[in-house]
């Protein structure tokens, strides 16, 4: 992406108009994921603003050699990975906020069925184990590859085709009993 490495550049060279654009241009992307890991908004948001605030404050340091939307989606998984564990001992609910995360510019009509789109699909991917769910959302939601995947947890490549099949397998269950229903 010509743009990101622009943006890079210029983000390097101390441009806040650059850090801003790359902010607006990913966000979305970045508060879906953190929402669908953490299974609360709030805490997605701060996940996103920590991985925002690492970023800026990583100007002089940052090596990047991938794609920068790869690169952020890794952070905001990494972070959500460690606030799941810090929260482990609580449960959270906070699904129905998930809507928040979804575009203002839709009908109300529109902004209801994918609200009620978004809990449902919530609601199953929580019947996943963690490492599952988070194979399964980066590899078809943030397109990330399965070795890049396997990069970001610290895991084989073979670790994370097995998490990700899994998931589909369960997934597919899931679906099929729902369907049933």
């Not at 925002?52 to 790869?70: D, P, W, Y």
């Amino acid at each position: 992406m010509l743009e990101d490495r622009v943006l890079i550049w210029k983000f390097k060279c101390g441009s806040g108009d650059a850090l801003c654009r790359i902010y607006e241009k990913y966000k979305k992307d970045l508060l879906r994921l953190a929402a669908i890991l953490s299974n609360n908004v709030s805490d997605a948001e701060d996940i996103v603003h920590d991985v925002f605030v690492s970023f800026a404050q990583s100007a002089e340091t940052l090596r990047l050699s991938g794609n920068l939307k790869s690169f952020l989606l890794t952070c905001v998984a990494n972070r959500a990975r460690n606030k799941n564990r810090a929260n482990q001992h609580r449960q959270t609910d906070g699904l129905d906020e998930m809507a928040s995360v979804i575009s203002q510019s839709k009908t109300p009509e529109q902004w209801m069925i994918q609200s009620e789109e978004l809990k449902q699909w919530g609601d199953i991917m929580t019947r996943l184990p963690y490492e599952q769910r988070e194979a399964v959302i980066l590899h078809l939601r943030a397109g990330m590859k399965l070795r890049q995947i396997a990069q970001s947890q610290g895991v084989s490549v073979n670790t994370v085709k097995g998490r990700y099949r899994y998931g589909l397998t369960k997934l597919r269950s899931i679906l099929n009993g729902e369907m049933e229903k």
